[in-house]
């Protein structure tokens, strides 16, 4: 059972994570940029010449890994989902050089015996060459489906509105290829949910499955592509909470709504009528 003294001062080590520009270019193909090497656009997120980062790369950047399998958490791991990601940029991320920062549990919220807990875990990532502030801050919310009820707080969790009624003023379609999954889990995430089909099946799913932060890149680089003109730097934040698994090779649209700087936005996979993301915001600059 969670202690929740006990995990909200869990004492997390610093993590330094050294980077290069080919974990950059893994990443941007591990999200399927660069699936058409002609196009001059995806061609600067996967080659070295004038690289750029996509701004959902701070995401697998300073993870702090399976910290929950340790039995001292109280949190039944075999139960536990990524409920949801937000990334806020504070200058363009380094596409290398060596990355630090000290995770630290920001809330966990009981929602009750039989309705799960929800871990929020707060990264704010620095790097090496500079101090300063930060350049990026990533929180993962954490959905422990078996871990209700344990006597902790259960307070409101705010979260960006579901997308309007209204059609969207514009849709990006992006393919995933077949071997997806395994390209992304070369950033660091070698869960065999992702790899292996009798692991997958076991889960109960029919194959592999789509890491997550996959799904979230891709729509990232669908709003830099269709709110940024891919001018990565004018991404400055997105919020969005996982809803339904993505299949490696399904075809992504990310339906946008725009007010000013605030995009709305909503992720679907059309071939099975399935949203993937919801609740997802993102802020750009002009």
Known sequence: MIDYDKLINWPFPEISHEWTKRDTMIYALGIGLGADPLDKHQLRFVYEKALLALPSMATVLCAPGNWLRDPRTGVDYLHVMNGGTRFVIHRPLPVEGIFTCTPRVVDIVDKG????????????????????????????????????????????????????????????EISTPRNAALIYRLNGDANPIHADPEV??????????????????????????????????????????????????????TDIWR??????FRSVVPARDAVVLDYAQAEISA
């Open 113 to 172: 015996k039989g309705k799960g807990a929800i871990i929020l875990v707060e990264r704010k990532i620095f790097d090496k060459a500079s101090s300063g502030e930060p350049v990026c801050t990533v929180t993962t919310r954490t959905f422990c489906r078996g871990d209700g009820g344990f006597g902790g707080p259960n307070r409101p969790q705010p979260a960006p509105p579901k997308a309007p009624g209204t059609p969207p003023q514009a849709s990006v």
């Open 200 to 253: 997958a099946r076991a889960a109960g799913f029919k194959e592999p499955i789509l890491h997550g932060l996959c799904t979230f890149g891709v729509a990232t680089h669908a709003l830099v592509k269709g709110c940024c003109d891919y001018d990565p730097s004018r991404l400055k934040s997105v919020d969005a909470r996982y809803t339904t698994p993505v299949i490696p090779g399904d075809t992504i649209r």
């Open 259 to 264: 007010e000013g700087s605030i995009i709305r």
